[in-house]
């Protein structure tokens, strides 16, 4: 049954709920990688409800003040559908003029006095769980939009990342009142104590791979402590990013609390960044930009959280679970169309296993099923566009060119669409472009090592440091290696295993801060001490 199993997890047939929860019944192993998924049935009804395949495209303004309005320059730009190239709507572009209407309403909502700054933290997890609520009664829409507007299979919309929108919002609702200081004895007469003040006036900034997950990711540890923001979407998915910012107001925040920019990173997201009025700017996106960011925001010395590229490494020693640790090597690069920021695209293989490794990776990876995302058979739908689709073949013919071994793929896939083959090369070197550069696509690197020493020292010259994964059945190994491996994340015999109570976030130049958890909390906070002279302490 596992080998069985493991043939076929996440190549969903024509019943794609009945084999995830087959999944879910059958070894921990497996078990393991459909929770790392977080596919929650507690979530769902007893049969996967079908997409939308024409959702309504309700919302494409400006979100300001609780309303919707035009740009102020009276620019659209169109959303394209990434599986057939066809425009899907007009959407309003918001540039620096709609960023400073933005950024006045977020202050206003901010000031002293204000219905936000005297509510109760209480009320304010009250607000965060209706608007995850709102969100579970709207699931198979914002599914089907994020399907629609990003590519992504609607089985992995629905259960993945729907699912892990309405658990993120839920889990920062919680944190919303025991954000606490404490209270410190110092020498003398004195009481003194701390306070988690929120920072104010927060710039967001969200990428196209995940937009309602990352809008969570941002938004929830923003609002349980207190935060107004001003957002920008990514503008090759607005859709859904639009579409929550009407169910926040639907949910009661008060005006100006959330206020959502579509818009583009050169006008939108520059304008955020250089502002003298936004107090934080958070960023989820490539390490070039994010390089760009961080000195924007030097003006007026702004706090800086980013959550940048990668180039994870999932090493594979000799005695690793082989079954387990080709699966689970396939899902953490190829899952999302290779569009993470923690994938595992350099796959570094123990050399007594690696001609093994190799030939069952590719033969797994030319089962992948590749096409309509509303299709529930296919694993695998278009990349976000074509752009990225241009991008990702161009760092193909990088590999052939510098002598890697296409083993598998390589090329567009159909005559429409987006669409890139599921991609093996072999062979690959540390100086190989495509081991060194991250790709964004579906596109898997293996490469040979001597030991885990070896891998562990050629792992860590990378520049970034986002995720790492080591397969092995020695604990002894298993702990040298994560604590070794210079990177914010690490797992042992597992991928892409990600909560919102642990933090997540680079080394080196994968990123500053931790998103997720009690460490994300405190990006949007300010530590205040307090210190009153008293007639006499007592103990």
């Excluded at 104010?200 to 107004?228: D, R």
Aim: charged share 20%; hydrophobic share 40%.
């Amino acid at each position: 049954l596992l080998d069985s199993l493991l043939q076929e997890s996440l190549a969903f047939t024509a019943a794609p709920y009945k084999m995830f929860r087959t999944l879910q019944k059958s070894s921990k192993n497996v078990r393991n990688l459909v929770n790392s998924l977080e596919v929650q049935s507690r979530h769902m009804s007893a049969a996967l409800p079908q997409p939308i395949i024409n959702p309504d495209v309700k919302y494409t303004g400006i979100f300001i003040n609780n309303e919707w309005v035009q740009s102020e320059s009276g620019k659209t730009f169109k959303t394209i559908n990434p599986a057939t190239g066809e425009v899907i709507a007009e959407v309003q572009e918001g540039d620096t003029a709609d960023v400073n209407k933005a950024v006045d309403a977020a202050t206003e909502a901010f000031r002293l006095g204000s219905p936000w700054r005297t509510m109760d933290a209480s009320r304010r997890g009250e607000l965060l769980n209706k608007l995850a609520d709102l969100i579970e009664r709207d699931q198979v829409l914002l599914a089907s939009l994020e399907t629609l507007d990003n590519g992504k299979p609607y089985v992995m919309s629905l259960m993945a990342d729907v699912a892990l929108t309405i658990k993120c919002y839920r889990y920062f609702a919680g944190w919303a009142d025991k954000n606490s200081g404490q209270v410190i004895p110092i020498d003398g007469n004195f009481l003194t104590y701390t306070r988690h003040e929120p920072v104010g006036v927060c710039g967001q900034i969200i990428p196209w791979n995940f937009p309602l997950l990352m809008q969570a990711w941002k938004l929830g540890p923003a609002l349980a402590t207190g935060n107004t923001v001003v957002m920008k979407l990514a503008e090759q998915t607005p859709l859904t990013g639009l579409f929550i910012a009407d169910l926040i107001r639907e949910a009661g925040f008060p005006e100006g609390v959330v206020n959502v920019v579509p818009g583009f990173g050169a006008t939108a997201g520059a304008a955020i960044a250089n502002h003298p009025g936004v107090d934080k700017v958070a960023f989820t996106g490539s390490t070039e930009v994010g390089k760009i960011i961080q000195t924007a925001a030097a003006g007026n010395l702004k706090r800086v959280t980013l959550e940048l590229g990668g180039k994870s490494p999932n090493i594979i020693l000799a005695d690793a679970d082989l079954p387990l640790a080709v699966e689970t090597a396939h899902f953490g690069l190829f899952f999302n169309m290779g569009q993470c920021c923690c994938a595992g695209s350099r796959v570094m293989v123990e050399e007594s296993i690696y001609d093994q490794f190799v030939e069952m990776s590719v033969e797994r990876a030319n089962k992948r099923t590749v096409g309509n995302p509303f299709d529930l058979s296919n694993e695998q739908g278009p990349q976000v566009d074509e752009e990225q689709m241009k991008k990702i073949l161009g760092y193909v013919e990088s590999g052939k060119q510098e002598g890697a071994k296409l083993l598998t793929g390589g090329s567009q896939y159909g005559d429409k669409g987006f669409f890139v083959q599921p991609t093996v090369f072999g062979d690959v070197t540390d100086d190989m472009t495509i081991c060194k550069e991250e790709i964004f696509g579906p596109v898997q690197s293996i490469q040979k090592v001597k030991s885990m020493e070896d891998a562990i020292e050629r792992a860590n010259k990378s520049t970034y440091g986002l995720a790492a994964a080591v397969f092995t059945q020695d604990v002894g190994k298993a702990i040298y290696a994560s604590n070794s491996l210079r990177a914010g994340t690490v797992w042992v015999n597992t991928y892409n295993t990600l909560s919102n109570a642990a933090p997540f976030g680079g080394f080196k130049q994968s990123g500053i801060g931790r998103e997720g958890g009690q460490y994300g909390l405190d990006n949007y906070t300010e530590v205040k001490t307090v210190t009153i002279a008293i007639p006499q302490k007592n103990s």
